[in-house]
């Protein structure tokens, strides 16, 4: 089993930043890939960003493109999502994913162990 836990959520105004950090525990042997999702209100889960572990490679949704940026410290086990030039559409709880295989996947049921989700609000 892995555990995951988020932090860094909270209420910025447009245009602000956000970093989010992911703490993997656990069999962490098993968490090849990290993802970030987001759920906002009446709407389904959606892909954020992800990044292989090992490799680092990344993907992106691309209404974030040029604006978050996912990346990994080896060092201290975590996963990050700097969040900049936040919009409140961006508004959502965020949350963190791992999956076993190797390889970034945008669809949920890709990933094995899910956070608990931390709130980011952006106000107008």
């Known amino acids: 089993q892995v555990q995951l836990v988020e932090s860094g959520g909270g209420l910025v105004p447009s245009g602000g930043s956000l970093r989010l950090s992911c703490v993997p525990s656990g069999r962490t042997s098993t968490k090849n890939t990290m993802g970030w999702f987001r759920q906002a209100p009446g709407k389904e889960r959606e892909f954020v960003a992800g990044?292989?572990?090992?490799?680092?490679?990344?993907a992106y949704l691309d209404s974030v493109k040029g604006r978050f940026t996912i990346s990994r410290d080896n060092t201290k086990g975590t996963v990050y999502l700097q969040m900049d030039s936040l919009t409140p559409e961006d508004t959502a709880v965020y949350y963190c994913?791992?999956?076993?295989?190797?390889?970034?996947?945008?669809?949920?049921?890709?990933?094995?162990?899910w956070g608990q989700g931390t709130q980011v609000t952006v106000s107008s």
């Open positions: 990044i292989t572990w090992s490799a680092g490679n990344t």
């Open positions: 994913a791992a999956r076993r295989q190797v390889g970034v996947r945008s669809l949920p049921r890709e990933y094995d162990y």
